[in-house]
C-alpha cells in the first residue's frame, strides 16, 4: 500500500539533545509537512516543502529545522528540544497539480518525550 | 486569520441514534473545508471534503456559508464510528496550510 511512513514511532531525548525524526512516502507526493500537535490541541503546521522549496510558518521556533533530500524522505530536527517541545509530531503529504494542492495524507506520527 | 472552532470535546450517542458533530469556521475567503478521523490507535485520515459532496461511511457534511458552518451528519450511529473527528479548513484550492479544529471524541454507545 502506498503510504506516509514515520519512523520512529515513539521518541525519547534528553533536555538539550539534539533529536531526528524521519518521514517517508511512497505516494510520489510533490508536497511534504510537518506539524505539531500538543495534548488535547490541533495540529499545527511548523513548515512544508514544495518538491525542495522550503517554507516556513512564521511562528515555527528557530529551535526546529527541516530536510529534504529527496522526494520520498523528509526529515525533521529539533536542535534543542525543551520540555515544551514533547508533543505527537505528524508528517504528511499531498500532491500539488497546478493551480491545485490535493488533500493531504498523514502518517501515524512520532510522539517525542522529553526527559 | 482563519480559525475552526469544533465546540464539543466529547459527543457521547447511543448506537442507531442521529450523530451531528458541530464545525464552524471563520475565514473571509472562499475556504475548502475537510473532516478528518482517527480511529484508535490509527492515522489521522480524511473522511469527507465539501467540494466532493459525497457520503462516506453513512456521513455528510454540507457547507452553509452563511452560519459559517460544516456540520458532520450521521442519521443512524454505529459503534465503529467511535473516534476523533477533526474539522479542517484550507484557505484555497492552492493552499497549503490545513487549519485544525480541537476535536471532538465520539463515543457511541452500544
Known amino acids: 500500500d502506498a503510504m506516509v511512513i514515520q519512523n520512529p514511532r515513539y521518541q525519547v531525548t534528553q533536555f538539550g539533545k539534539p533529536v531526528t525524526l524521519s518521514c517517508s512516502q511512497t505516494?510520489?507526493?510533490?508536497?511534504m509537512y510537518w506539524y505539531q500537535q500538543k495534548s488535547s490541541q490541533a495540529p499545527k503546521l511548523l513548515f512544508h516543502?514544495?518538491?525542495?522549496?522550503?517554507?516556513n510558518e512564521a511562528d515555527t521556533p528557530d529551535n526546529f529545522q527541516s530536510r529534504r533530500p529527496n522526494t520520498s524522505f523528509c526529515f525533521l530536527d529539533i536542535r534543542s528540544p525543551g520540555l515544551g517541545d514533547a508533543a505527537m509530531y505528524l508528517c504528511?503529504?499531498?500532491?500539488?497539480?497546478?493551480?491545485?494542492?490535493?488533500?493531504?495524507?498523514f502518517g501515524d506520527g512520532t510522539r517525542l518525550s522529553i526527559l | 486569520a482563519q480559525r475552526v472552532t469544533q465546540p464539543e470535546k466529547l459527543l457521547s450517542v447511543f448506537k442507531g441514534a442521529p450523530v451531528e458533530l458541530k464545525c464552524n469556521y471563520s475565514?473571509?475567503?472562499?475556504?475548502?473545508l475537510f473532516w478528518y478521523v482517527q480511529y484508535s490507535r490509527q492515522r489521522l485520515q480524511l473522511l469527507l471534503r465539501?467540494?466532493s459532496r459525497e457520503s462516506i461511511k453513512g456521513f455528510t457534511a454540507d457547507l452553509n456559508k452563511g452560519e459559517t458552518s460544516f456540520h458532520l451528519k450521521k442519521p443512524f450511529a454505529q459503534e465503529e464510528d467511535s473516534a476523533m473527528y477533526y474539522c479542517?479548513?484550507?484557505?484555497?484550492?492552492?493552499?497549503?496550510?490545513?487549519?485544525f479544529g480541537k476535536g471532538t471524541k465520539l463515543s457511541v454507545i452500544p
Open positions: 465539501h467540494i
Open positions: 505516494l510520489n507526493h510533490n508536497v
Open positions: 475565514y473571509s475567503g472562499s475556504p475548502e
Open positions: 479542517a479548513l484550507k484557505t484555497g484550492a492552492g493552499s497549503y496550510q490545513l487549519t
Open positions: 504528511a503529504t499531498s500532491r500539488r497539480q497546478g493551480a491545485s494542492n490535493q488533500p493531504q495524507h
Open positions: 516543502y514544495y518538491d525542495k522549496d522550503f517554507n
